[in-house]
């Protein structure tokens, strides 16, 4: 055979990894447009569902819950986003097994049965954080923010002579910037689920361990606080709730991951492959430094 005919034949697995890589995303897209499509059409069920916090603490003020259009083109943008964040909930599910069923032909079984619960997890706690943005921050931000309105006395004032009606300042929000600032505390409290399901799975792969984290916990504390000033509104409560969640799961992480080093431990022992006193020497020129 001669060079030429051997560079041809290692090229063509990778040809077909990247045909079936295509095929899966294809497959993904068409997924998430037909998810977008059916969400398009219950558009406006769906947004009047997301504005249930601000009308729950609008009602609480004795005022209508309305939102206004400040722009022509502003209720279909309204809708496109709401059909966008909807179409990829409905179609993430399939989407996540086409990626499955690309990736599970090169793994291992004992790799595929590591993987796949970290899998299942992720969307859970996406959904998890989702839930808890909507139904527990949400109500407290928008409390907040409304609680600077300022509501005029009844009847006229007299300013240097001249009769003046008292100013009152209520909110008249712009159903769009509604729309994308609950998507952002959706999105952003999502994401920060995913936390304990990031570093256990980097624990498992060997790239973190419960030691290291612990030792840069005052630096974690440090990127969380930043973390909560980009992510949230300048607001002291949802920052603080975020961080305070936040900082909550990266203790849980470091649990997670000290029980996945615990079974690793055992199972190494198990198989007579674990040496006791080379890790107690171990253990010990950590807790030497630790002391200087």
């Known amino acids: ?34 998810g977008m499509i059916i969400c398009f059409t219950v558009a406006k069920p769906i947004f009047n569902f997301l504005t249930m916090p601000l009308c729950e603490a609008l009602a609480e003020r004795g005022q209508d819950c309305g939102l206004i259009f400040i722009a022509l083109q502003e209720g279909f943008f309204v809708y496109v986003k709401v059909s966008l964040l909807g179409g990829f909930i409905l179609a993430f599910p399939y989407i996540g097994m086409q990626m ?14 590591a993987f796949l619960p970290f899998l299942l997890a992720s969307p859970f706690m996406f959904v998890l954080g ?20 300022q509501f005029g006395a009844e009847g006229e004032a007299i300013v240097d002579g001249a009769t003046s009606a008292p100013q009152s300042v209520v909110f008249q929000g712009s159903a769009q910037q509604y729309l994308n600032l609950t998507i952002k505390f959706i999105v952003a409290f999502g994401l920060c689920f995913q ?8 624990g498992k792969a060997g790239l973190v361990s419960a030691q290291g984290l612990g030792e840069v916990r ?18 002291v409560i949802t920052q603080i709730i975020l961080f305070t969640v936040v900082y909550g799961l990266y203790e849980v992480s470091i649990f997670l991951v000290a029980r996945v080093e615990k079974k690793r431990e055992e199972q190494l022992r198990a198989d007579g492959y674990y040496d006791d006193e080379e890790a107690e020497a171990d253990a010990e020129i950590v807790r030497e430094e630790e002391q200087k």
């Open 195 to 202: 936390l304990p399901v990031l570093l256990t799975l980097m």
């Open 100 to 113: 499955w069923r690309f990736v599970a032909p090169g793994l291992y079984k004992s790799e595929k049965n």
């Open 130 to 149: 989702a839930s808890f943005a909507f139904y527990v921050v949400t109500p407290l931000a928008y409390d907040f923010f409304l609680g600077f309105q």
């Open 1 to 34: 055979m001669s060079k030429t005919d051997e560079i041809e034949d290692s090229s063509a697995p990778l040809i077909e990894h990247l045909a079936e890589l295509r095929t899966r995303l294809i497959h993904s897209v068409v997924a998430f447009l037909i």
């Open 218 to 235: 005052k630096y974690a504390v440090i990127g969380i606080l930043v973390l909560a000033a980009v992510v949230t509104p300048p607001d």
